[in-house]
């Protein structure tokens, strides 16, 4: 498949030009909308809608958006555990024959126990997974059956479940997940289609990669790779660098995540953010240009890892990423409508003619 860029868009405009997180706030539906088609101007194949215990209605959200473009799928963020899986699998279907197939799903099962409870959830994060495991086997398995079926599992119990809506998109919509605990690790092997990790050095990227392609395919599976990715692009390097301490001087106040914020500490919060935290602990510079000095300013709050440089030099280190066999990049800026604008012109072009050309030379 083509190398996908993915995108994000919030609810309401951004309150500064360093914005870290933008899925909180009030909604305000012309933004959505004009945000949106800001990303499908730009080349985007698709755009993550976000969740929070607090946060606007995700699938809501993207069908609005949905309907004021043309071409842009969307990257809806899901917990399982407060919809029936037989009733989620018909909203899904549901939403695919809409839009034209233009939905995909990012499975999450809270970033912390604090937050998830924000929702009625007190779960224990490890007994999340294993029932998020269960529930999208139960997703799927209603997707692809014709006739009513019976199931009883650790979680979840039906008997003469049917769906008379099935996905426009064969087999099923893309479902994608993150994480860096066993629980995640194993769920995501088991059941789900991209791995979404965040940017880290190459080494690194390189043994992840191999080490859960082997995860998955002990089920059966193959799976691709999704990189989340922050770059800071100017004209010339030293540009790029002097803008990207901008940022970082910018980063004193609120950053956008309530609940993480409200503890009072800027420390990760989940595996993955530790995992980050360590890299940016070690130094703030891997690779050249993989810059982790927000990663270390914030706790690793969300997305942080930066490439600093002109967008020749961030376009190809992304493609030294694509070669190590990440399919698909997530990629936004800290002034979030500037930066889709500036990617769409300076970078996705070059990251698209590139990843061609590799594919090309593979053939």
């Not at 030009?17 to 949106?36: C, H, M, Q, R, W």
């Not at 963020?77 to 037989?86: I, N």
């Not at 800026?333 to 500036?342: H, L, Q, R, W, Y």
């Not at 996705?348 to 030379?361: L, M, N, S, Y």
Request: hydrophobic share 40%; glycine share 10%.
């Amino acid at each position: 498949m083509p190398v996908r860029i993915v995108g994000m868009i919030g609810v309401s405009p951004p309150q500064s030009d360093t914005s870290l997180v933008i899925i909180e706030g009030a909604i305000t539906p012309d933004f959505i909308a004009d945000f949106a088609r800001a990303h499908e101007a730009a080349g985007y194949d698709m755009a993550l809608v976000g969740y929070s215990s607090s946060s606007a209605e995700g699938f809501l959200v993207a069908l609005h958006a949905a309907q004021r473009t043309e071409r842009l799928s969307f990257l809806i963020a899901h917990r399982p555990g407060f919809v029936s899986p037989t009733l989620f699998a018909r909203k899904v279907a549901t939403f695919d024959h809409l839009t034209g197939g233009r939905v995909a799903l990012h499975i999450i099962t809270g970033k912390t126990d604090a937050e998830q409870e924000g929702d009625g959830d007190f779960t224990p994060k490890d007994e999340r997974y294993r029932r998020a495991r269960e529930y999208l086997h139960l997703v799927k398995r209603t997707w692809t059956t014709q006739e009513p079926f019976d199931f009883a599992g650790d979680f979840y119990r039906v008997r003469g479940a049917s769906s008379d809506v099935h996905p426009l998109q064969q087999p099923h919509p893309t479902i994608m997940f993150g994480g860096a605990s066993e629980g995640a690790l194993e769920m995501g092997a088991a059941e789900c289609d991209v791995f979404a990790i965040y940017a880290e050095p190459r080494a690194t990227t390189a043994e992840r990669i191999a080490a859960f392609r082997a995860r998955a395919a002990a089920h059966g599976r193959t799976v691709g790779f999704n990189m989340s990715v922050r770059p800071i692009i100017a004209p010339t390097e030293g540009e790029a660098w002097d803008k990207a301490q901008r940022i970082l001087a910018g980063m004193g106040g609120k950053l956008g995540w309530a609940r993480q914020e409200s503890e009072g500490v800027r420390a990760p919060v989940d595996n993955a953010g530790r995992r980050q935290f360590a890299f940016a602990q070690e130094k703030d510079i891997h690779d050249e240009r993989l810059w982790m000095g927000i990663t270390r300013a914030t706790g690793a709050l969300g997305n942080t890892s930066c490439l600093v440089g002109t967008p020749e030099q961030v376009a190809d280190a992304i493609l030294a990423y694509y070669r190590l066999g990440i399919g698909s990049f997530l990629m936004r800026g800290f002034d979030p409508v500037a930066d889709t604008t500036e990617f769409g012109r300076e970078l996705i072009p070059r990251i698209k003619a590139g990843a061609a050309a590799i594919d090309a030379e593979t053939a």
